[in-house]
């Protein structure tokens, strides 16, 4: 069995980002239907692992497997002893006799690149600190969705340079998107971000004013502004992000965008309630799609479909 993983949205290529992609929407179209892909993994096993809370993640990971007719066994860290007495590498070369792939949801993205090295077989990133390519992969579609193409997207996110500013950002720039993530002084996207985006067909930028970045964009996305291990610093976090809230008055400088949000929102933080069930809010496709995007990843990493 192949031990490919997935810790970032660039461990597959562009065109195989695009063949996911095109799989995402059939499946999607092809939902509770008769087809092949619903036994796609009869007789696979995944073990999804968490160390952080999750709804979204954990949903749609269990369903998708389940749709594609294989079994979940769900672990955590507190019903293992992964950092408490055993090593990542261990746990993951041990998990890996059992099952067919380990979807793993961590803090540090050393401990996923730790699994990869020893369990023979898929690990998929399901988000750490530094990156959430399943998110990305959520992203690209329903962009695709709303403005059927991606390249030549002008595609602007507000808010701190975090993991998913990284994936969606990366993952579209190499899809041929124009980037742009605004973000207070210090809190911009990672400079290996920056580095990694050279030579991609389109381009990602870093801007320090929201509304100069949001001018004429084809999508405004923004995330929460206290991220889950955050929270002792969340008072500086809220006044640093005041002012790259996602707003009337912001949304007026796009009056042809779809807004994005990865979810969980506090509403009147990073995003309005109105903004979030408005009519150019694609928030709930965006999520929905977590499910379709990750069905067709499993597919392709344990089927070769």
Same mark, same amino acid.
Request: hydrophobic share 35%; net charge negative; glycine share 8%.
């Given at each position: 069995m192949s031990s490919r993983h997935y810790l970032t949205e660039l461990d597959i290529t562009t065109e195989e980002s695009r063949e996911l992609l095109s799989s995402a929407r059939?499946? $999607?179209?092809?939902?509770?239907?008769? *087809?092949?892909?619903?036994?796609?993994? =009869?007789?696979?096993? &995944?073990?999804?692992?968490?160390? $952080?809370?999750? &709804?979204?993640?954990?949903?749609?990971? =269990?369903?998708?497997?389940?749709?594609?007719?294989?079994?979940?066994?769900?672990?955590?860290? +507190?019903?293992t002893k992964v950092g408490k007495g055993e090593h990542e590498e261990d746990f993951a070369k041990v998990v890996g006799r059992y099952v067919h792939a380990l979807v793993a949801r961590v803090f540090e993205?050393? $401990?996923?690149?730790? %699994?990869?090295?020893?369990? +023979? !077989?898929?690990? &998929?990133?399901?988000?750490? *600190? @530094?990156?959430?390519?399943?998110?990305?992969?959520? *992203?690209?579609? =329903? !962009?695709?969705?709303? $403005?059927g193409r991606i390249e030549g997207i002008k595609f602007t996110f507000v808010g701190e340079g975090n993991n998913v500013a990284a994936s969606t950002g990366l993952l579209l720039a190499a899809l041929g998107a124009e980037v742009k993530v605004a973000s207070p002084k210090g809190m911009s996207v990672k400079q290996d971000i920056l580095a990694a985006?050279? +030579?991609?067909?389109?381009?990602? &930028? #870093?801007?320090? @004013?929201?509304?100069?970045?949001?001018? *004429? #964009?084809?999508?405004?996305?923004? @995330?929460?502004?206290?991220? %889950?291990?955050?929270e002792s610093g969340a008072e500086a976090q809220r006044k640093a992000l005041s002012a790259y809230r996602i707003d009337d008055a912001m949304l007026k400088l796009a009056p042809k965008a779809i807004v994005m949000h990865c979810l969980p929102a506090v509403r009147?933080?990073? !995003? =309005?309630?109105? !903004?979030m069930y408005g009519p150019q809010s694609a928030i709930w496709d965006q999520a929905e799609n977590r499910l379709h995007a990750q069905k067709a990843l499993l597919q392709w990493l344990l089927s070769g479909a």
């Open positions: 059939r499946l $999607k179209r092809e939902r509770g239907k008769t *087809d092949a892909s619903r036994s796609a993994l =009869t007789g696979k096993h &995944v073990a999804l692992y968490f160390e $952080k809370p999750s &709804v979204r993640t954990r949903t749609s990971f =269990t369903v998708a497997v389940q749709e594609l007719g294989g079994h979940v066994i769900e672990l955590s860290s +507190g019903s993205q050393g $401990k996923l690149e730790g %699994m990869a090295r020893t369990a +023979g !077989i898929p690990v &998929v990133n399901a988000l750490s *600190d @530094d990156r959430h390519p399943c998110q990305a992969l959520a *992203d690209a579609q =329903t !962009i695709l969705e709303h $403005k985006a050279e +030579g991609l067909e389109g381009s990602l &930028v #870093a801007l320090e @004013d929201p509304l100069e970045a949001a001018h *004429d #964009a084809d999508v405004l996305y923004t @995330d929460t502004w206290v991220s %889950m291990g955050a009147g933080e990073e !995003i =309005t309630k109105e !903004i």
